[in-house]
């Protein structure tokens, strides 16, 4: 008898499938060789490369050189186009193509040979850790990846790292010899000193490798907010569904762990659900969330994704510290004459400088490679890999900034702290009080506290204040455990604007106790040890003037000994 081979008998099972028939048996032994020669046909004659995740997530990287995911779309028409391109062509349905799915899904998972490698997935830009080089997939037909390093700046047809985009991702432009940056500022309607954070956040999304800022645009109308959302995604991830609305939690997972970057426009309170924000913080810094497959049984998925984020909404919807701390706020100002074009008359323009400006970013991205460990990340506080790519930017010859990055970093947390207090009427109340009361410090029982702040016994001199007041006042919760918890999330945005909010024991006695920064530091006590009379490079760093206005110098040995724990945390940060 002539020898039959895989491919041949894997016809003949496909023609079986359809059939319904089985030759005869359709039992499950049957179907399951059904599956095994399907499987062989698509490893021997087309030759798939299988692979997973660190998070439990099987891959095939087909002909193409696409890496689609096992059980998507793209590998379920992949197995149609397998099933198709048989003589006789025969079309599968979707039950054998899951149980097909879900066959090599098992094998690629549970094999403990090193068949199926893991690897790590990127989407749109990825990283390759053997030379800190930056990969971008800047097109699916065909495949074209950039590859940007500290010496050149290259496109390749191949790519060491595996780097995915979704079907709705639009191409970037080519490599050209020259770019120009700079040329972006004809079409960002954004104060001047508010430029090296947008420029930045461009760069960022590119180099960052541990955390992405979030970038919150908060405008009002005729200010180009969307027009500016459209522009990033330009620059960064060119996608078709360019101006998202989150609907929930889950969804927004799923999104955030096939596409670069996220963005939630028009936000309103309603949009904002309770873990909303832990899942923006979530996203920020790849923090895994696990989530059950269906509500009626117990598998679960586990997504861990990290995403530069844009947050847009007329009016601040979110309270969270946590958010905020991660984020940069740009204002928009009214729209001037020289940006009120026709909508279809501005995007002709930036078209014609779009590649020129995309190779620009592509300049200042191999400048941060180069020249990103030489900068120091002295006093940064959150997001340090964010802001260092910014001060890395303050030598780029390409971008030219009326200020440094520091100082519109410094102006930007500012704005973020009044943003904070506003979104806290408590914070609010407690700072109305501390000045009430000369910054003389406040320390108080939990109860007495709700009883303080329900009574009318202070007063202020100050026209609008009092009807202020009263009105923050109707926001105070009932009982002290709730207002534990909004003590608790003002510490941050009162300590930023000067004030300690802490809470303690005493004598089994507890007390919130809210006091002056300035109010709250001990003079310190002359010593006898003088062997250093300063502190080291790596001890003195910027501090407010109120820690700094001693008449005795700082002794680094005896900070424990002259300094309550406050004061000495504030030094060292």
Same mark, same amino acid.
């Given at each position: 008898?002539?020898?039959i081979t895989?491919?041949?008998?894997a016809v003949d099972?496909?023609i079986?499938m359809?059939n319904?028939?089985g030759?005869g048996n359709?039992?499950?032994?049957?179907?399951?060789e059904?599956r %095994?020669?399907?499987i062989a046909?698509?490893?021997?004659?087309?030759g798939?490369n299988?692979?997973?995740?660190?998070?439990?997530?099987?891959?095939?990287?087909l002909?193409s050189?696409?890496?689609?995911?096992i059980? #998507?779309?793209d590998?379920?028409?992949?197995?149609l186009?397998?099933?198709?391109?048989?003589?006789?062509?025969?079309?599968i349905g979707?039950q054998?193509i899951?149980?097909i799915?879900?066959?090599?899904e098992?094998?690629?998972?549970?094999?403990?040979?090193?068949?199926?490698?893991?690897?790590?997935?990127?989407?749109? !830009?990825g990283?390759?850790? $053997? =030379?800190?080089s930056?990969?971008?997939?800047a097109?699916?037909?065909?495949i074209?990846?950039?590859?940007?390093?500290?010496?050149?700046?290259?496109e390749?047809?191949t790519?060491?790292?595996?780097?995915i985009?979704?079907e709705s991702?639009?191409?970037l432009?080519?490599?050209?010899?020259?770019?120009?940056?700079?040329?972006?500022?004809?079409?960002?309607? !954004?104060e @001047?000193n508010?430029?090296?954070?947008?420029?930045?956040f +461009?760069?960022?999304?590119?180099c960052?490798?541990n955390e992405f800022?979030?970038f919150?645009l908060?405008?009002q109308?005729?200010?180009?907010k969307t027009?500016? *959302?459209k522009?990033?995604?330009?620059l960064?991830?060119?996608?078709?569904? =360019? *101006?998202g609305q989150? $609907?929930?939690?889950?969804?927004n997972?799923v999104?955030?762990n096939s596409?670069? /970057?996220?963005?939630?426009?028009n936000m309103e @309170?309603?949009?904002?659900e309770k873990?909303?924000?832990?899942?923006?913080?979530?996203?920020?810094?790849?923090?895994?969330?696990?989530?059950?497959?269906?509500?009626?049984?117990?598998?679960?998925?586990?997504?861990?994704?990290?995403?530069?984020?844009?947050y847009?909404?007329?009016?601040? &919807?979110?309270?969270a510290?946590?958010v905020? #701390?991660?984020?940069i !706020? *740009?204002?928009p100002?009214t729209?001037?004459?020289?940006?009120?074009k026709?909508n279809?008359?501005?995007? %002709?323009?930036?078209?014609?400088?779009?590649s020129t400006?995309?190779?620009?970013?592509l300049?200042?991205?191999?400048? &941060?490679?180069t020249?990103r460990?030489?900068v120091?990340?002295k006093?940064?506080?959150?997001?340090t890999?964010?802001?260092?790519?910014?001060?890395?930017? %303050?030598s780029?010859?390409?971008?030219?900034?009326?200020?440094?990055?520091?100082e519109?970093?410094?102006?930007n947390?500012?704005?973020?702290?009044?943003?904070?207090?506003?979104?806290?009427?408590m914070?609010?109340?407690?700072? +109305?009080?501390?000045?009430?009361?000369?910054n003389v410090?406040?320390?108080?029982t939990?109860t007495?506290?709700?009883e303080?702040?329900?009574?009318?016994?202070?007063?202020?001199?100050?026209?609008? &204040?009092?009807?202020?007041?009263?009105i923050?006042q109707?926001t +105070?919760?009932?009982?002290?455990k709730?207002?534990?918890?909004?003590?608790?999330?003002? !510490?941050?945005?009162?300590?930023?604007q000067?004030?300690?909010?802490e809470?303690?024991r005493?004598? @089994?006695?507890?007390?919130?106790?809210?006091?002056?920064?300035?109010e709250s &530091?001990?003079?310190?006590?002359?010593?006898? %040890?003088?062997?250093e009379?300063?502190?080291?490079?790596? =001890?003195?760093?910027?501090?407010?003037d109120?820690?700094?206005?001693?008449?005795?110098? /700082? *002794?680094?040995?005896d900070?424990?000994k $002259?300094f309550?724990?406050i004061? @000495?945390k504030?030094?060292h940060e």
């Amino acid at each position: 008898a002539p020898t039959i081979t895989p491919e041949e008998r894997a016809v003949d099972s496909l023609i079986d499938m359809v059939n319904g028939s089985g030759n005869g048996n359709n039992s499950r032994g049957n179907q399951q060789e059904q599956r %095994d020669l399907l499987i062989a046909t698509i490893e021997l004659q087309i030759g798939l490369n299988f692979f997973k995740t660190d998070n439990k997530t099987a891959y095939a990287t087909l002909p193409s050189g696409i890496h689609a995911e096992i059980g #998507s779309d793209d590998f379920d028409k992949y197995i149609l186009s397998v099933a198709y391109g048989f003589e006789p062509r025969y079309f599968i349905g979707q039950q054998a193509i899951d149980s097909i799915s879900q066959y090599i899904e098992y094998n690629v998972l549970t094999s403990t040979e090193p068949v199926y490698p893991t690897h790590q997935i990127f989407k749109r !830009v990825g990283h390759d850790p $053997t =030379d800190n080089s930056v990969w971008i997939l800047a097109d699916l037909n065909p495949i074209r990846y950039i590859h940007v390093t500290t010496g050149a700046i290259t496109e390749e047809s191949t790519c060491p790292i595996k780097i995915i985009l979704n079907e709705s991702s639009l191409p970037l432009p080519t490599v050209a010899p020259k770019g120009n940056f700079e040329l972006i500022n004809k079409y960002l309607n !954004v104060e @001047k000193n508010q430029r090296p954070l947008v420029h930045n956040f +461009i760069v960022e999304s590119y180099c960052a490798r541990n955390e992405f800022s979030i970038f919150q645009l908060l405008a009002q109308h005729n200010t180009g907010k969307t027009t500016l *959302i459209k522009l990033l995604y330009k620059l960064i991830d060119p996608n078709i569904n =360019d *101006i998202g609305q989150p $609907t929930d939690i889950w969804s927004n997972m799923v999104n955030a762990n096939s596409t670069h /970057l996220l963005n939630y426009d028009n936000m309103e @309170k309603e949009n904002m659900e309770k873990d909303f924000p832990s899942m923006m913080s979530k996203i920020a810094t790849e923090t895994s969330f696990k989530k059950r497959k269906l509500h009626s049984n117990k598998k679960m998925v586990s997504f861990k994704t990290k995403n530069p984020q844009i947050y847009a909404s007329i009016y601040q &919807v979110i309270s969270a510290v946590d958010v905020h #701390s991660r984020s940069i !706020v *740009i204002n928009p100002p009214t729209l001037k004459d020289s940006f009120n074009k026709l909508n279809q008359e501005f995007w %002709d323009a930036f078209e014609v400088d779009y590649s020129t400006i995309f190779n620009g970013i592509l300049s200042a991205i191999q400048h &941060v490679l180069t020249h990103r460990d030489s900068v120091s990340t002295k006093n940064l506080e959150r997001m340090t890999e964010a802001h260092h790519i910014g001060r890395t930017l %303050d030598s780029f010859e390409g971008l030219t900034w009326d200020i440094s990055y520091d100082e519109a970093l410094a102006e930007n947390k500012q704005i973020i702290n009044e943003s904070i207090i506003d979104s806290h009427p408590m914070a609010q109340l407690l700072i +109305i009080l501390m000045e009430e009361n000369n910054n003389v410090t406040i320390n108080k029982t939990p109860t007495e506290w709700l009883e303080f702040l329900h009574s009318n016994k202070y007063s202020s001199n100050t026209p609008g &204040v009092e009807s202020e007041k009263q009105i923050i006042q109707q926001t +105070i919760p009932k009982n002290s455990k709730a207002m534990a918890t909004q003590f608790t999330n003002v !510490v941050t945005p009162l300590r930023n604007q000067g004030y300690i909010l802490e809470k303690g024991r005493d004598n @089994k006695r507890r007390f919130w106790k809210l006091s002056s920064i300035k109010e709250s &530091v001990t003079p310190v006590t002359p010593v006898t %040890d003088t062997r250093e009379t300063t502190p080291s490079d790596s =001890d003195a760093c910027d501090t407010s003037d109120a820690l700094m206005n001693t008449q005795t110098p /700082l *002794i680094r040995n005896d900070f424990s000994k $002259t300094f309550p724990e406050i004061a @000495k945390k504030e030094i060292h940060e």
